[in-house]
Every structure is written in structure tokens, then in C-alpha cells.
């Protein structure tokens, strides 16, 4: 059971948009910045969103961050087949003193 | 560029040890901890520890406590996770990973290419 609850999967058409959702606690996204991960099939994943809203370099607009509260949220607009991957959140949790992953989610272009 | 390069696959007996490496490039080695994260078959990201390049300050996951050990080796810019007394279930893709940021704001960045340990009798 992960410190960090997502949706298991999601699915869109191409050219559209999805969200996928990350829920903690005060503990961990109230008081952390959230980060985002891809992991495409059969690689290492890769931070796409860092700072609960910012792209690291190479990373298109297509991809945005948002956190409210004890809750963040990943967007990817004009779906393409490559967008499709596991993506996780993660970020440090002050009271166990480490950090925490959600447990991934399925993004499926259909 | 930045990079992580992991050592190759394992395939371990229960109960040996497994030490892999993961050599960094392309940045200042001493200004960035390291952290260490496990990815069982068709499952999600564990992390299991982290060290501090500086100074070999270490935080392991609660869970793996005794049986992992985390090092650094500054003249070859190459970070170890030593992981003992191997169980079916520690079967998995191991990863290492560049802490970016400081205090309330941390991601990783790069990853290494990741080397899968197989423990089987």
C-alpha cells in the first residue's frame, strides 16, 4: 500500500487530455514540493514535472503540474501514443523521514 | 552530460550479498546526494535509501534497515548499494537517481539505466 494514492490507470483518445491524480497528507504533499515521473516501457523513468509545476528542459508544454493542498495533479494535453507509460508522483515525507512514491498509473492512448 | 551508469545484472543465490555500482558523470559529484530506488517485476517504485556524496551521511528505509548499506567512492565518482542476505522477494530492477533541490523541494534527476537483481536458488 503506497504512502501516495493514484489512480491505477487512465485512458484517453489521441489528441486529447488527461489527468491523473496523487492524494497524501499533510505530512508529504501538504508540506513537500511534488514531483512527476514517466517510465516508458522497459526503461528508467524520467522526471517530467518537478516543483509541483515546473518542466525540466526537453520536456514540452503538453505537460503541466498543480497542487492544492494535500493533493497534486498531473495534466498532459494532445495525447500522443508515445505519451503512453506508467507515471508516478513522489515527493519526501517530513514525518517518516523519507521519501514516498505513489503506486504508478497505466496511461493509455487509445 | 549528466549521467548515472549502473553496474550489470546480477543473479544471486538467498542469503549472498549484492553490491551494485553506479558511476556518475557530467556535474560536481560531492554537491549531490544519491538516492537508491527498487522496482519489483510488474510492480512500483520503492525507495530505498539515500546518501549524501558529501559526506557519507546515510537514511535507509525503514524496511531494509541492517540489511543495506550505502557508499561512496569520491576518486571514482561511483556510489554503491551493498544489499545482504538476498530474499526471493528483493528480485528487482534497482535504480539509482541524483537528488536535485534542497529542503521542502527535492526531485530526481537523472536516473541510471537501472540493473536488475535476480535472486534464485
Known amino acids: 500500500q503506497s504512502v501516495l494514492t493514484q489512480p491505477p490507470s487512465v485512458s484517453a483518445a489521441p489528441g486529447q487530455k488527461v489527468t491523473i491524480s496523487c492524494s497524501g497528507s499533510s505530512s508529504n504533499i501538504g508540506k513537500n514540493y511534488v514531483s512527476w515521473y514517466q517510465q516508458l516501457p522497459g526503461t528508467a523513468p524520467k522526471v517530467v514535472i518537478y516543483d509541483n509545476n515546473k518542466r525540466p528542459s526537453g520536456i514540452p508544454d503538453r505537460f503541466s503540474g498543480s497542487k492544492s493542498g494535500t493533493s497534486a495533479t498531473l495534466g498532459i494535453t494532445g495525447l500522443q501514443t508515445g505519451d503512453e507509460a506508467d507515471y508516478y508522483c513522489?515527493?519526501?515525507?517530513?514525518?517518516?523521514?523519507?521519501?514516498?512514491f505513489g503506486g504508478g498509473t497505466k496511461l493509455t492512448v487509445l | 552530460q549528466v549521467q548515472l551508469v549502473q553496474s550489470g545484472a546480477e543473479v544471486k543465490k538467498p542469503g549472498a550479498s549484492v553490491k551494485v555500482s553506479c558511476k556518475a558523470s557530467?556535474?560536481?559529484?560531492?554537491?549531490?546526494?544519491i538516492t537508491w530506488v527498487r522496482q519489483a517485476p510488474g510492480q512500483g517504485l520503492e525507495w530505498m535509501g539515500w546518501i549524501s556524496v558529501y559526506n557519507g551521511n546515510t537514511n535507509y528505509a525503514q524496511n531494509l534497515q541492517g540489511r543495506v548499506t550505502m557508499t561512496t567512492d569520491t576518486s571514482t565518482r561511483t556510489v554503491y548499494m551493498d544489499l545482504r542476505s538476498l530474499r526471493f522477494d528483493d528480485t528487482a530492477v534497482y535504480y539509482c537517481a541524483r537528488v536535485e533541490g534542497s529542503s521542502s523541494s527535492n526531485w530526481l534527476d537523472p536516473w541510471g539505466q537501472g540493473t536488475l537483481v535476480t535472486v534464485s536458488s
Open positions: 513522489g515527493t519526501w515525507d517530513s514525518s517518516l523521514s523519507v521519501w514516498v
Open positions: 557530467g556535474y560536481i559529484f560531492t554537491n549531490y546526494g
